[in-house]
């Protein structure tokens, strides 16, 4: 019997409303196949994928990006690539909602533009799902014309909204002459596509592709033997450095670009239909995870940090660093961080604020650039994020008819969370806030009482004793961690106070903890600046993955996660299993 396809809408975190489409299968089932179309197209174009795979027992479930097909948005725009990635997200927990698909019985199955959006995805938001079929990705266009990166950014500049007509054209695609029609006669095909979309995919891809180590997902890769329109030389790149425990690569000789949609797709097809079902034969374990601060890919990055810079390199960092020390101390912000620590609560504080600052004009110029450099904005994308992860998770536990108790362990001046409370002062929100230095808890005090939140609990602690987290009085139902465990290497240190988090929240309460997965400065950092015990700023990342695995070991299971436009921090939501909702 053949699926039956049936259409809707779902709308996105933003409010946006995408159509989709579904496929059911003849029978009940609990597992299913997302599908992602390659740029320009729709999701009707991959009815015929789904029923070439074979699946009968599987859902089948695709979307119309924003700006594709039957969805809404100017033609091939949207307002980031990050917010095309979200989507994906949001739709993925959409059908698992809707239909009662567990995420770690799905697979994505993508081709070009849509297999990097797949990668991202299970990059930054470290999903549990079976597998992810990614065919051809996009992960580097070729662009005949030169200097074309460049040129499109200068052109962005000078644009709002601009745009191009892709040079793809059907001939480029498939040697199959009926699909080739089929794509030209199609009229939801579109060859707009805007420039920060380009761009922005451009840049996300080198950074994916760079940092494939942090993936574990299970991954195929297949590779188009004769691709006019991407370059396979990253495809390779990426498939050799994944984490991924089951991992294949196939390069399909004379396929062009449209590996679903060749002559000779039988091949392809073959292979996501057998890695698909070797997917859910063979369930990789996470448990590894839970070491990874001794062995694995982020470990080796640590103690490459760890060990002196090669001479040239080693040149260029002492020289950055005389100049933060010497000149830069005319800033605010970097005579702060040398004197508490660039990592600390206060410089936390001082990047929250976002006021330029420093002696003499210069020095706030100076400050200016110091505080729009790319992990400070980062930084504050993270704390507006933390806002709203913490404001919804508030109203879910207050939709219930209980009190929100929230512990922030580490709260530094609290800024975010006092933010938060005072603008839902209303719902009667019982706050203890918790830090080991007295200067960041009298912050918090004027912040609680130039809002009037007169009864705000803020005292030391020690987010690393147990004892201390235990103390909390009245049990909270919302624990916050932000911006503390991407400070320290240890996954035994952080294990333990998740630990006692995880014994001190109410059944089904809430965790909302931080990460920081990437960081394009990691090494510069590590070279150039301090941290609060006056040594070297090393930090050792922890991938999504990782982080995510730390919390699933204690009893909690993530429900949802923001990641900011750059890719660097997060912020995820997880609730603690085995007892009723709070």
Not at 24 to 40: F, T
Not at 343 to 354: A, F, I, K, R, T
């Amino acid at each position: 019997m053949a699926h039956h396809q049936t259409s809707g809408e779902f709308v996105s975190r933003d409010g946006s409303a995408l159509f989709f489409r579904a496929w059911a299968p003849p029978e009940p089932s609990d597992k299913a196949v997302i599908l992602l179309h390659r740029g320009h197209e729709h999701s009707g174009r991959l009815a015929g994928l789904f029923e070439e795979l074979d699946l009968d027992d599987f859902w089948g479930f695709a979307w119309d990006q924003r700006g594709h097909g039957h969805s809404p948005g100017e033609r091939g725009y949207a307002e980031s690539y990050a917010k095309m990635v979200r989507d994906l997200d949001d739709f993925v927990h959409f059908v698992s909602e809707k239909h009662s698909i567990p995420i770690n019985n799905m697979v994505v199955v993508a081709n070009s533009v849509g297999a990097v959006t797949a990668a991202t995805w299970v990059h930054d938001y470290a999903p549990a799902i079976r597998a992810v079929v990614m065919a051809a990705p996009a992960f580097r266009i070729k662009l005949y014309v030169p200097f074309a990166i460049p040129l499109l950014r200068l052109f962005a500049r000078i644009k709002r909204k601009a745009s191009i007509k892709s040079y793809v054209k059907s001939r480029l695609l498939t040697h199959d002459p009926i699909e080739a029609k089929a794509y030209d006669d199609d009229p939801l095909i579109t060859r707009e596509i805007a420039v920060n979309i380009l761009l922005e995919l451009h840049d996300t891809a080198r950074r994916i592709v760079a940092d494939a180590g942090a993936i574990h997902t299970p991954t195929l890769v297949l590779s188009a033997g004769s691709d006019w329109v991407v370059d396979n030389r990253p495809q390779r790149s990426f498939f050799n450095s994944l984490s991924s425990q089951l991992k294949e690569l196939y390069v399909l000789p004379g396929f062009y670009h449209g590996v679903f949609y060749e002559k000779e797709r039988r091949q392809a097809i073959e292979h996501a239909r057998r890695f698909i079902e070797k997917a859910f034969h063979e369930t990789p374990s996470t448990d590894r995870l839970i070491d990874a601060d001794k062995r694995g890919y982020t470990r080796q990055e640590y103690e490459r940090l760890l060990a002196p810079a090669p001479p040239l390199s080693a040149i260029g960092y002492a020289f950055q660093r005389l100049a933060t020390r010497t000149v830069g101390r005319l800033s605010e912000g970097i005579r702060l961080g040398w004197r508490s620590g660039f990592d600390s609560g206060e410089m936390l504080d001082y990047v929250y604020e976002n006021r330029a600052r420093g002696w003499t004009p210069v020095g706030r110029v100076i400050d200016r650039i110091y505080l729009d450099t790319i992990g400070w904005r980062g930084i504050r994308r993270r704390g507006k994020n933390l806002e709203s992860c913490l404001a919804r998770t508030i109203d879910i536990v207050a939709e219930k008819k209980c009190q929100p108790r929230i512990l922030d362990i580490a709260a530094g001046a609290g800024r975010y969370v006092l933010n938060v409370v005072a603008a839902k002062r209303a719902l009667g929100i019982s706050v203890q806030l918790r830090d080991n230095t007295e200067a960041n808890l009298d912050v918090a005090r004027g912040i609680a009482g130039s809002f009037g939140l007169e009864s705000v609990d803020i005292r030391l602690g020690d987010a690393f004793d147990s004892a201390s987290i235990a103390s909390a009085a009245p049990a909270p139902n919302i624990v916050i961690v932000s911006g503390l465990y991407e400070l320290f290497p240890d996954n035994g240190q952080v294990g333990r106070s998740l630990a006692a988090i995880a014994d001190v929240i109410e059944p089904g309460g809430f965790l909302i903890y931080t990460s920081q997965p990437w960081h394009p400065q990691v090494e510069l950092i590590a070279r150039t600046l301090i941290n609060r015990d006056g040594k070297p700023w090393i930090m050792r990342r922890r991938t999504q993955a990782e982080m995510d695995a730390l919390v699933r070991h204690v009893g909690f299971e993530k429900t949802t996660m923001e990641v900011g436009p750059y890719g660097i921090f997060s912020v995820a939501v997880a609730q603690k299993q085995g007892g009723p909702d709070v």
